[in-house]
């Protein structure tokens, strides 16, 4: 039987890296930047400027909250493009789109660990691992968390590459190499965001896989104790170095943030404990088949053929369970439970794809799959009428855009339909197709539509930071603040803006230039304050609109 290219292993990869780049890498640099990437991003320029890798800083100010090695990443490409200009977005951003993009291939490699001895395998070998990694890469969680540059992606990303290797080495007779590369990879998680991936990912999974009950490597756990033992002391070695260097150096104020740390953990971002109850949505144009594949008596015949569907769902569970546990909840913080999610709901992709195939859809599939096709439709020739509706420049009705999504819904809605009568389901394989293509042409198209609808009500000709950073007036000058300034706008600003404690006879060299929330007074300059003059000299805002509140800007100069 002939072999067409796509079911060859080099044009599933060649599907894979086409996916994740219009997912992760395509205008990767139009969205404007965030909290958490203006902390990452001013400590690694703080890194590529002469600073120390060990002990990095935040405006000036050290950062131990959390570990270096994304930031590590950002500040080596930093170096790579000679330093960045608020243009550069994109290059910051690789490394997590490149991180993004080897988390898919680890999963891909996982997941053929976890079904190749499934009746499945038999109809088409490799085929599920290749459709659950398109899936993952296409959900809207993964696509939303894997263009930040953040710490989660790196740190989930080897956690994966961690599990796929552990899994692997329980089923190879020579090992060793393959304990240990588990090891060094959940080292590196560690060293992204901490035990945050060991707790929410590694954990679930090892409960789940080592129990016979849930389809796990049934009586393994005895023969491989020596190798998850060697597993463990890998990673503690590479992830508790840095942490390790830390307390040998700056072991008070490390205990200091550990303690605002665990604090935070109870008192920031609280949520209720059913908080993540809507996880499914967050896989995007999946999610009608992924509640499908939590109903048990529905699913578990279905997909059990293709994927370890006990395991699956047990694991996701058990995450469930963990993070939901923990007072601090945020969306970003639901991608644990998107890897057993992606595995059950492609191992129903798969089911009802063969079972198209040999006719044999039951009453209950027909209905899920035209449930599934109308939601595709509606959102494919809604999008244009929403794009009429709300009428964004560049956007509105009668634009290159918009026809463009036009015809892309209806060519989409044209293939699911085709053929198809009121009692014949619309075909699985066209299904899943046509949420590859929404999703990609979405982001092709309209992922230039956000920086656009975020400036919608943007108030005309307000003074912002970048103003005063382009302003030639003010580069002779060192910059302070009288208050903590907002970590967005030290990024914006191009350099550290540090705090000037006024109670201390310690003066910075005169003149320079402070960054206050108010208008500042010579008395309010405590005990230097009779030898300083204080010359109101510019101001800006903090967001787009006057509501975002106003900074003003004084030069600071020793009396005449």
């Known amino acids: 039987?002939?072999?067409?290219?796509?079911?060859?292993?080099?044009?599933?990869?060649?599907?894979?890296?086409?996916?994740?780049?219009?997912?992760?890498?395509?205008?990767?640099?139009?969205?404007?930047?965030?909290?958490?990437?203006?902390?990452?991003?001013?400590?690694?320029?703080?890194?590529?400027?002469?600073?120390?890798w060990l002990l990095p800083t935040m405006n000036g100010e050290l950062r131990l909250a959390k570990p270096p090695l994304p930031t590590w990443a950002v500040a080596g490409m930093m170096r790579l493009i000679d330093f960045p200009r608020p243009d550069q977005l994109f290059w910051l951003r690789l490394p997590a789109a490149v991180m993004s993009t080897v988390l898919i291939l680890f999963f891909w490699g996982l997941l053929r660990e976890l079904t190749q001895l499934y009746p499945g395998e038999a109809e088409a070998p490799g085929r599920t691992?290749?459709?659950?990694?398109?899936?993952?890469?296409?959900?809207?969680?993964?696509?939303?968390?894997?263009?930040?540059?953040?710490?989660?992606?790196?740190?989930?990303?080897?956690?994966?590459?961690?599990?796929?290797?552990?899994?692997?080495?329980?089923?190879?007779?020579?090992?060793?190499?393959?304990?240990?590369?588990?090891?060094?990879?959940?080292?590196?998680?560690?060293?992204?965001?901490?035990?945050?991936?060991?707790?929410?990912?590694?954990?679930?999974?090892?409960?789940?896989?080592?129990q016979p009950r849930f389809g796990g490597a049934v009586g393994r756990l005895r023969q491989e104790w020596s190798g998850l033992l060697f597993l463990v002391v890998v990673a503690l070695?590479?992830?508790?170095?840095?942490?390790?260097?830390?307390?040998?150096?700056?072991?008070?104020?490390?205990?200091?943030?550990?303690?605002?740390?665990?604090?935070?953990?109870?008192?920031?971002?609280?949520?209720?404990?059913?908080?993540?109850?809507?996880?499914?949505?967050f896989t995007g144009v999946w999610a009608l088949v992924a509640l499908a594949a939590l109903v048990v008596p529905y699913a578990r015949r279905r997909a059990g053929r293709y994927v370890p569907y006990a395991l699956g769902f047990v694991w996701l569970l058990v995450s469930f369970f963990l993070l939901s546990a923990v007072p601090e909840k945020k969306e970003?913080?639901?991608?644990?439970?998107?890897?057993?999610l992606v595995m059950l709901l492609t191992g129903m992709l798969r089911a009802w794809e063969t079972a198209a195939q040999e006719q044999r859809l039951t009453r209950s599939d027909n209905r899920l799959l035209w449930a599934w096709a109308v939601l595709l439709v509606v959102v494919g020739v809604g999008l244009a009428g929403a794009m009429a509706v709300i009428g964004l420049p560049g956007f509105e009705f009668g634009t290159a855009r918009f026809w463009a999504v036009l015809l892309l819904g209806g060519l989409i809605s044209y293939s699911i339909l085709k053929g198809r009568g009121a009692h014949q389901a619309p075909r699985p394989l066209r299904l899943v197709l046509a949420s590859f293509i929404l999703m990609a042409a979405g982001m092709a198209i309209l992922m230039p539509a956000y920086p656009v609808w975020e400036n919608r009500k943007a108030e005309a000709g307000l003074r912002r930071m970048a103003d005063i950073r382009r302003d030639a007036r003010w580069k002779p000058y060192s910059w302070h603040s009288l208050t903590e300034i907002q970590i967005k706008q030290v990024?914006?600003?191009?350099?550290?803006?540090?705090?000037?404690?006024?109670?201390?006879?310690?003066?910075?060299?005169?003149?320079?230039?402070?960054?206050?929330?108010?208008?500042?007074?010579?008395?309010?300059?405590?005990?230097?304050?009779s030898r300083l003059a204080v010359?109101?000299?510019?101001?800006?805002?903090?967001?787009?609109?006057?509501?975002?509140?106003?900074?003003?800007?004084?030069?600071?100069?020793?009396?005449e």
């Open 1 to 52: 039987m002939r072999i067409t290219f796509f079911q060859s292993w080099r044009g599933q990869l060649l599907a894979v890296l086409v996916v994740c780049f219009f997912y992760f890498f395509l205008h990767l640099g139009v969205q404007e930047v965030g909290l958490m990437e203006s902390r990452n991003f001013v400590a690694a320029r703080e890194m590529a400027a002469g600073g120390s």
């Open 129 to 210: 691992a290749w459709v659950g990694a398109l899936v993952l890469a296409s959900s809207l969680l993964m696509i939303t968390v894997g263009r930040d540059a953040q710490w989660d992606i790196f740190s989930h990303s080897f956690m994966i590459g961690s599990l796929w290797l552990l899994v692997r080495a329980s089923r190879t007779a020579d090992r060793g190499v393959l304990w240990g590369a588990s090891g060094l990879l959940l080292g590196l998680s560690i060293l992204s965001k901490g035990p945050v991936a060991l707790y929410g990912v590694w954990l679930p999974f090892l409960i789940c896989y080592y």
């Open 237 to 281: 070695i590479v992830g508790v170095s840095w942490p390790w260097y830390v307390w040998q150096h700056v072991a008070p104020t490390a205990l200091t943030v550990a303690r605002t740390e665990v604090s935070s953990w109870q008192g920031r971002h609280v949520q209720p404990f059913w908080y993540y109850f809507n996880f499914p949505v």
């Open 332 to 340: 970003r913080y639901m991608l644990p439970l998107l890897f057993p």
């Open 491 to 529: 990024w914006a600003a191009g350099k550290a803006i540090p705090l000037w404690n006024i109670q201390e006879r310690a003066l910075p060299a005169t003149p320079f230039l402070l960054f206050s929330p108010a208008p500042v007074r010579r008395e309010e300059l405590g005990v230097n304050a």
């Open 535 to 559: 010359l109101p000299v510019d101001s800006f805002f903090l967001g787009r609109d006057r509501k975002s509140g106003q900074w003003y800007v004084e030069l600071v100069k020793l009396q």
